[in-house]
């Protein structure tokens, strides 16, 4: 069975210093990976997805993320924070077998930006 | 492109009522999705449709929940009669459904039910 642990529900940071949310993965097969933003009252958007092409993504809004197997790992980064950044985000995995893609998303990252 | 369209956005009830949430996919996409995303958690899938067949509904709670997709479009997702732990977030997604890979699920702005 597929699962992503996001370590830290709470995550704080000034404005322009690095953005670092960690995301680990557990799949029984090479998972497909995503990062997903969450607005306030609004639904989730897409950030960037990693499908064993590149293991380094670029994403929306100056995001990165990084696959690394040895680690079971996909954290987000971005080099300088904006207010505008502040929002949830969740990791997610997926089998993907075809006609049954399903995402299993973590627990999300409550990111919030310190003037 | 009109996103994934959601109704009502809000809805307060009482526990052991009804209630039924409305879903319009992204024109095109034969693959829909409802998730329930209970406060401080991440979305947890409920149902996924096929065109109108559901592929999966292991995790939706059968003995109250229910939801169709008539004629591949529209889908709705009725809770009867509701509990208290039935209050969180409703969303529905949509994808291409086509083959060639995990294409990106689009999200609609979700309905928050309240039960009380």
């Known amino acids: 069975a597929q699962s992503v642990t996001q370590l830290g529900s709470h995550v704080s940071v000034s404005e322009g210093a690095l953005v670092l949310l960690r995301c680990n993965y557990s799949?029984?097969?090479?998972?497909?990976l995503f990062w997903y933003v969450q607005y306030p009252n609004q639904g989730l958007q897409l950030l960037l997805k990693?499908?064993?092409?590149?293991?380094l993504v670029k994403g929306i809004n100056g995001f990165e993320a990084e696959f690394k197997k040895s680690e079971t790992s996909f954290h987000l980064t971005k080099p300088s924070a904006h207010m505008s950044d502040a929002a949830e985000y969740f990791c997610?995995?997926?089998?993907?077998?075809?006609?049954?893609?399903?995402?299993?998303f973590g627990t999300g990252t409550r990111l919030t930006i310190i003037p | 492109e009109a996103g994934v369209a959601q109704s009502p956005r809000y809805k307060i009830i009482e526990k052991r009522q009804s209630v039924a949430f409305w879903c319009n996919p992204i024109s095109g996409h034969a693959t829909l999705y409802w998730y329930q995303q209970i406060l401080g958690q991440g979305p947890k899938l409920l149902i996924q449709f096929q065109n109108n067949g559901v592929v999966d509904d292991s995790q939706l709670p059968k003995d109250r929940f229910s939801a169709e997709r008539l004629k591949g479009v529209d889908s709705t997702l009725k809770i009867q009669p509701a509990k208290l732990e039935d209050s969180a977030v409703y969303l529905c997604?949509?994808?291409?459904?086509?083959?060639?890979?995990?294409?990106?699920?689009?999200f609609g702005p979700g309905t928050r039910l309240t039960v009380t």
């Open positions: 799949s029984s097969v090479p998972p497909y």
């Open positions: 997604a949509s994808r291409t459904g086509l083959a060639g890979g995990p294409d990106e699920q689009y």
């Open positions: 990693y499908t064993s092409a590149a293991t």
């Open positions: 997610a995995v997926s089998e993907h077998t075809f006609g049954n893609e399903k995402l299993t």
